[in-house]
């Protein structure tokens, strides 16, 4: 636990593509262990309706971030599937179960807000909108200044019509100063008909989905405020256990601001 630290001002944490149907521990240890608040986007109304609002400190949205025109919403069979972006059957069918699950039952028309628009300055982004993240993201170039980390899913080889591939996320969020840390999650699937341990959802080698965690470059964070540094510190440890990069940048606060927590830190 990092009890000695506290950061002046609450630590905010944007949820987009905010629906319930994943688990998100890492999200829930930070808010939990730690001074925050949390901001959600969810344009699907069923799945809008299933998020506990009952937190005075989350606030959610039944709108999507994009690029701030109106859309229309593809409703698939798998809430979790939905999606500006119609799926890529010519690719989701070589799977078990996902030419069923990506069946568009539906459209519904979601108004979009920029990323850039929103009024509070953002600490950590995670963002799972099946195949839109790209364009979230470069309609945020301002917003992504203030931004220490973020989590974002992607696909090797895209999941949806006209989605971004990894590699165009993953530079333009180099361009705004970020650098990759590592893989959050690695989701990988066996092509059909192979099944393992009678389980579908088991994958061998082939990679499916992956989820990435981007932090500012070490260039950026050399020039952090105290607490901005501490922010960066609280995400690190309590949502992705980076507990040596931890270390690191407590080194970095202590050398840069004149505190003394390393030594706390490591008896830990």
Known sequence: MLDFFT?????????????????????DDLFNNTNSKLLGF?????????????????????YALGDGKDKKLNICKA????????????YLKLFHGF?????????????T?????????????KIDVQGYEYEVLNNGAKKLKNVKVVQFESSPFPLYINEKSISEVLNLLEK????????NKIHTRTFKPMVISNDKLIGLNHLFQIDCVM?????????????????????MFYSFKSYDFVDYLICLLDENHGTKHINEYRKQ
């Not at 030419?99 to 108004?111: F, L, N, P, R």
């Open 7 to 27: 950061n002046k001002t609450p630590l905010v944490i944007c949820d987009i593509g905010a629906s319930p149907i994943d688990k998100t521990e890492f999200i």
């Open 42 to 62: 969810e344009p699907n109304k069923d799945e809008f309706e299933k998020i506990d609002k009952t937190n005075q400190s989350k606030k959610f949205y039944n």
């Open 79 to 90: 809430p979790g599937m939905s999606s500006f972006l119609k799926p890529n059957l010519d």
């Open 99 to 111: 030419e069923e699950w990506a069946k568009i039952e539906g459209q519904e028309d979601v108004k």
């Open 113 to 125: 807000k920029k990323l850039n628009d929103i009024e509070e300055e953002i600490d950590f982004i």
């Open 176 to 183: 705004n100063g970020f650098m990759l840390h590592m893989f």
């Open 215 to 235: 932090v500012k470059n070490f260039d950026e964070i050399k020039k952090f405020s105290k607490n901005e540094l501490i922010k960066l510190i609280l995400i």
